[in-house]
């Protein structure tokens, strides 16, 4: 007899007796269980695909901060767009990588009918009509010194940036695109937007708010694919959100809901689950999630290191935000997971 064996103390009860029998493994015991009794699931159709565009012809140029991310030339960007829409992915959304000659203090090449981006979504649009196209109304890939809006004497005037943004999306939606997504956090940019697309015939094309998008340091890798890393001056915390703030997160959302948003967004992602699940119980509108690009590179470049499995974070980080809430994720993982989740 084994001197160490265990014994149930006189008068303990059994587990059954603890547990009333409710033995709450039950259901994790075989994968066919687990997949019966799983709550949240991931799809392609929860997918959006930020895509960097650049100058040129045949290019497809690394970004160095964001390992397995390029930024592509045009006729580059509608090939990706093509396996895109083969893998199922719902829509795109590009973002320029902008040349510093054709910057300004008000980002001005922002209004021309032909820029980059305008370009992108003609191209696309033409040859992939099936995909869906979400453009940034944004100034900060356009500007010199790297504000979302138009900077005077150290400050970024909130109305005349709302002015160029709207102009903007009105450009951007003759041009094909789907949905616009001003991501520069203006006071009232939502409302002025809504009402110069539909002035102009646009009543179809929705706008997708990025209504919550805090002062974050896990933007840095974005930065440097879209050439504005090194240019900014000063911070952005006059116009996006305090990172410790849920309720003024709240207010921000409603505000947007208000003037015309069709869809809000949270940004970033998994450091935010909290948001997420707010906006979500607080207003059941459709509400995504930006995977940006420091949490992407956090897994790339742990997975590299042999740290962890870059596989499984990626997608439980993915299905986190699923179970947090989210309608979909703009995640530069999307053509990866389109992949896995296709075979």
């Known amino acids: 007899m084994n001197r160490f064996a265990p014994t ?12 009333n029998s409710r033995r709450l493994r039950r259901m994790r015991k075989a994968a066919w269980s687990r997949r019966l009794v799983q709550e949240n699931h991931l799809t392609v159709d929860d997918l959006i695909w930020p895509m960097f565009v ?27 767009a093509e396996r895109a829409a083969k893998l199922g992915i ?24 032909d820029n980059l981006i305008n370009c992108t ?6 040859a992939v009509p099936e995909i869906g196209i979400i453009t940034d109304a944004a100034l900060d890939p356009f500007t010199s010194h790297g504000h979302d809006g138009i900077l005077r004497d150290g400050i970024i005037a909130n109305d005349e940036s709302v002015e160029q943004i709207t102009a903007a999306a009105v450009l951007q939606a003759a041009a094909g695109s789907d949905i616009i997504a ?8 939502i409302g002025m937007i809504r009402a110069a697309l539909d002035a102009n015939g646009f009543q179809d094309v ?11 340091a896990f933007y840095g890798p974005y930065r440097d694919a879209i050439g504005t890393a090194g240019l900014l001056k000063g911070d952005k915390k006059t116009y996006y959100i305090n990172n ?14 208000l003037e015309g948003a069709d869809m809000i967004m949270v940004k970033p992602g998994l450091p935010y689950l909290d948001i997420v699940r707010l906006l979500k119980d607080q207003f059941s509108m459709p509400t995504f999630a930006y995977q940006v690009s420091g949490e992407y590179s956090m897994i790339k470049a ?23 809430g989210c309608d979909g994720i703009l995640t530069y993982f999307a053509p990866t997971v389109a992949e896995m989740l296709k075979r």
């Open 54 to 80: 650049v100058e040129g012809k045949n290019v497809r140029q690394p970004v160095e901060a964001m390992p397995g991310v390029f930024r592509y030339s045009v006729d580059i960007a509608v090939k990706e």
């Open 121 to 126: 979504t003609r191209a696309i649009k033409a």
């Open 244 to 257: 410790a703030n849920s309720a003024e997160a709240l207010r921000e959302a409603e505000q947007d809901i």
């Open 302 to 324: 742990a997975a590299a290191n042999g740290w962890i499995d870059g596989e499984r974070a990626m997608l439980e980080s993915l299905l986190a935000l699923k179970r947090a």
């Open 182 to 189: 001003p991501s520069d956090m203006m006071d009232g940019r």
């Open 90 to 113: 719902p829509a795109i959304a590009t973002f320029p990588k902008v040349d510093l000659s054709l910057r300004d203090d008000t980002g001005s090449h922002i209004l021309d009918p």
């Open 206 to 216: 929705a706008i997708m708010s990025y209504a919550t998008k805090f002062d974050s």
């Open 8 to 19: 149930r103390a006189a008068g303990a009860l059994s587990v059954d007796e603890l547990t």
